[in-house]
């Protein structure tokens, strides 16, 4: 059974790091693709960045690129998002996610989700 869970978060100021894990059970496939999303109030979720596992190939939004560091672990199975230079627009709940392929930027591709976690960066 394949399980994500997320660790991370909190709130901090404009210009702050933080840095989000999520670690995923069940069997991980080069193939495998992790994915990381932000949900604000009353809105869908948004991707941010994606790491496809075999081959460390990254996908970032283009407003987190330059800011923003997807990675793994293999060791323990786990995904990082590092978050530097944060901004008020980067708060929200975030999500990591996991598909089978290659990358998508669309919530409704990812089949396993994490529980979330709140980000607030105040100004």
């Known amino acids: 059974q394949v399980q994500l869970v997320q660790s991370g978060g909190g709130l901090v100021q404009t210009g702050d790091s933080l840095r989000l894990s999520c670690a995923t059970s069940?069997?991980?496939?080069?193939?495998?693709?992790i994915g990381w999303f932000r949900q604000g109030p009353g809105q869908e979720r948004k991707f941010v960045a994606a790491l496809k596992w075999g081959p460390r190939h990254t996908d970032y939004a283009d407003s987190v690129k330059g800011r923003f560091t997807i990675s793994r672990d293999n060791a323990v199975n786990t995904t990082a998002l590092q978050m530097d230079n944060l901004n008020p627009d980067d708060t929200g709940i975030y999500y990591c996610?996991?598909?089978?392929?290659?990358?998508?930027?669309?919530?409704?591709?990812?089949?396993?989700w994490g529980q979330g976690t709140q980000v607030t960066v105040s100004s």
């Open positions: 069940g069997r991980t496939l080069s193939s495998t693709t």
């Open positions: 996610a996991r598909k089978t392929g290659g990358f998508s930027r669309s919530s409704l591709d990812y089949n396993y």
